[in-house]
């Protein structure tokens, strides 16, 4: 387990300025203000909150609002306040709100890979029971597809999970002998026979389900009303139209108790998919893989079995507009 930090700000105020030119005036006099704030070096020692037994949340906020600042955020100030404030609590980086650096423009080196897509991914087991074995469907008994996206290690990976659960898969890619090779290698290992074509068409046609790790951007006509589609491309939500159920991502919870622990400010500034990403990965010592997109096996499985040991549960998928319950999809399919 290795410790991290978590970068929150107070809450924005709304300040009430005089109407006429003096609120103008008064409303320019604030942005100098702002312009000119200095962001002293952090003094307090900040408070460690142990989420578990050798896992500890460095809790770094920062002295003012980034958003109630805006364009007249001091990025260079900033950057030099967090990182005295992780050499204080130790840590080489901190984790920072998507926010922040769209509002001031600076990087600094600090993490900020936590997106929640990784954990979606690591989740395909745990997404198949929620659709499919709680509601009385075998995943065995299911034509399942498999498109390529940009990585081997990836695609290797999802056929590697299914593997214990399927006898037969079809997947879908360009010509690639070493893709081949792999397939074959898995085939010699396992007994697990697949089909590989690189025709979306008629590889997609007769799918039951569809796990998408690229290869589709657009429209396939072919596709079952009645199949799903598990978009895990990394370039994030598609909205591909089509009568099939697709799903973008997911929705998580997290124990209360862990909730409580972190605090209301980093629950408002990380979604709880960021956090459980966030507080497993490092509880198993993988967040330098999600830093570095880099999947495989072993992270897959660590994040899935360290989802269901610590209570945390899937409550919720995104669709092309809205969030929907695993019965709704039921009633789809």
Do not use: W
Not at 143 to 153: F, K, L
Not at 178 to 184: M, Y
Not at 206 to 225: F, Q, T, V, Y
Request: charged share 25%.
């Amino acid at each position: 387990m290795s410790d991290f930090a978590l970068v929150i700000y107070p809450e924005q105020k709304q300040e009430e300025l005089p109407e006429g030119k003096f609120g103008k005036y008064f409303e320019g006099l604030m942005e100098i203000m702002h312009s000119m704030l200095k962001i002293s070096e952090p003094e307090e020692e900040f408070e460690a909150v142990e989420l578990y037994d050798n896992l500890k949340a460095y809790l770094i906020e920062l002295p003012f609002n980034p958003v109630d600042t805006g364009k007249s955020c001091n990025s260079s100030k900033i950057g030099r306040f967090i990182s005295k404030a992780c050499a204080k609590v130790n840590m080489a980086n901190c984790i920072l709100p998507r926010g922040i650096p769209e509002i001031c423009g600076f990087d600094g080196g600090i993490r900020n890979s936590f997106t929640g897509r990784y954990l979606y991914k690591a989740l395909l087991i745990s997404i198949l029971d929620e659709i499919y074995t709680k509601r009385g469907t075998k995943i065995s008994e299911l034509d399942i597809a498999i498109v390529e996206g940009e990585s081997g290690d990836e695609l290797f990976s999802i056929i590697t999970s299914l593997t214990p659960l399927v006898k037969y898969l079809t997947v879908l890619v360009n010509d690639n002998e070493a893709v081949e090779r792999e397939i074959n290698r898995i085939y010699t290992d396992t007994g697990l026979s697949v089909m590989m074509t690189g025709n979306l068409k008629s590889g997609c046609k007769n799918a039951d389900l569809i796990i998408n790790l690229g290869g589709i951007r657009e429209a396939i006509s072919g596709i079952k009303p009645k199949a799903v589609v598990l978009n895990y491309d990394n370039s994030g939500a598609c909205n591909i139209l089509g009568e099939y159920v697709l799903i973008n991502g997911i929705e998580v919870s997290l124990p209360e108790e862990t909730l409580a622990r972190i605090g209301g400010l980093a629950c408002k500034h990380f979604s709880k998919l960021e956090l459980a990403e966030i507080i497993l990965s490092h509880r198993v010592n993988m967040e330098d893989k999600i830093i570095a997109n880099c999947m495989d096996f072993e992270s897959m499985s660590g994040l899935s079995r360290e989802f269901k040991k610590t209570g945390c549960r899937v409550t919720g998928f995104k669709g092309r507009h809205n969030i929907f319950k695993a019965e709704d999809i039921k009633n789809k399919i």
